[in-house]
């Protein structure tokens, strides 16, 4: 069974970094989408950006030239480099992976920033 285990999450201070890390155990062939998505207290989960099989990314607006998503294929990997963090994007950040066969969910890691 493939499961995605998330790491890299934390408390930051405004204007600092952070990098979220999603590994996928197991093997996933075909993979044609890696996600990362947020929910925040109260609101509704918001994805935040996608990198899909020919290397095409997307970001939300509001982290568009702040956070970079990236992959490593050879390890089933996701990453999401986020700077200039900022209070607003505290938030569960959750990473997706789909494939052919699969639609799997990492469990969450916590970003909190401070003002």
């Known amino acids: 069974q493939v499961q995605l285990v998330e790491s890299g999450g934390g408390l930051v201070q405004a204007g600092g970094s952070l990098r979220l890390s999603c590994a996928a155990s197991g093997t996933i062939f075909s993979i044609n989408f890696m996600g990362w998505y947020r929910q925040a207290p109260g609101k509704q989960r918001e994805l935040v950006a996608t990198i899909i099989r020919d290397g095409s990314t997307n970001y939300v607006d509001s982290v568009k030239g702040r956070f970079t998503i990236s992959r490593d294929n050879a390890k089933n990997t996701v990453y999401l480099q986020m700077n200039s963090l900022k209070p607003e994007d505290t938030a569960v950040y959750y990473c997706?992976?789909?494939?052919?066969?699969?639609?799997?969910w990492g469990q969450g890691t916590q970003v909190t920033v401070s003002s």
């Open positions: 997706n992976v789909r494939s052919t066969w699969h639609n799997v």
